[in-house]
């Protein structure tokens, strides 16, 4: 019987910087003993580590694993990540895709200074954007 791609499910197409996002994967089916197909959770080309992923059985004895990381972690990424949830079984693998993003907001200070060179008053804004560094997606995988 030929592998099937893993299902996934739960997970939201925008999240905020709050959030936790969470998706699972499970085996399209339930597995035949002595050859349960491996799942592995990547994002953006890397494995995730063992602390932003969960295992668990459905009811009907189909196993799966849980994706479960904070929103911040996307944003300092840029945004806007691909996951794969890969189902592999010796040489065979199947995959099922998710791009997880995470709304980037943008917040605009505006202040008045004075000019060393005379006494007019200027505006000058300033635009924000709250990112966390991109070496904390690194510690997350």
Known sequence: EALSPPVLEGGKEMYDKGDIIEVRCRLARPP????????????????????????????????????????STVLG?????????????GSHQRSAHKTLRVRVRLISY???????????????????????PAA???VIL
Request: charged share 15%.
């Open 110 to 132: 505006i202040h008045t200074h004075r000019s060393a060179a005379d006494t007019r008053t200027a505006m000058s804004a300033y635009l924000w954007v709250y990112l966390l």
């Open 32 to 71: 035949i003993p002595a050859h349960t197909p491996s799942l592995t959770w990547i994002i953006d080309g890397r494995q995730v580590g063992p602390n932003s992923v969960e295992p668990f059985v459905t009811q009907h004895g189909i196993p799966g694993l849980t994706l479960a990381l904070p929103a």
């Open 136 to 138: 904390l997606l690194q």
């Open 77 to 89: 990424a840029g945004g806007r990540v691909e996951s794969e949830c890969r189902a592999g079984l």
